[in-house]
Nanobody, 115 residues
């Protein structure tokens, strides 16, 4: 099982980044996949998730209207398009795949938003 995250980096406030999470080793279609983030000194929080088969999505209130999650079933990949980034979006972002008792995590990718 592997979740390979990419797309983090340094961006100015108001800018955009796209995170990718490429999955392998499990039945992609069965899972809900998305992103958590953790800022220094703060608890990890769920940012956005998508149910792969149904396409239903969830967004943290503070990212609604700025972030968009999508999936490419043919590529077993989930994307998080992040627009209008704010300083408070700075965190390590973690890809997560969950289905019942099955729960997988990818390595974090750093997103840093500068003023």
């Amino acid at each position: 099982v592997q979740l390979q995250a990419s797309g983090g980096g340094l961006v100015q406030a108001g800018g955009s980044l796209r995170l990718s999470c490429a999955a392998s080793g499990f039945a992609f279609d069965d899972y809900t996949i998305g992103w958590f983030r953790q800022a220094p000194g703060k608890e990890r929080e769920g940012v956005s998730f998508i149910n792969i088969s149904r396409g239903r999505t969830y967004y943290l209130d503070t990212v609604k209207g700025r972030f968009t999650i999508s999936r490419d079933i043919g590529k077993n990949t989930v994307y998080l398009q992040m627009n209008s980034l704010k300083l408070e979006d700075t965190a390590v972002y973690y890809c997560n795949a969950e289905w019942g008792t099955w729960d997988y995590w990818g390595p974090g990718t750093q997103v840093t938003v500068s003023s």
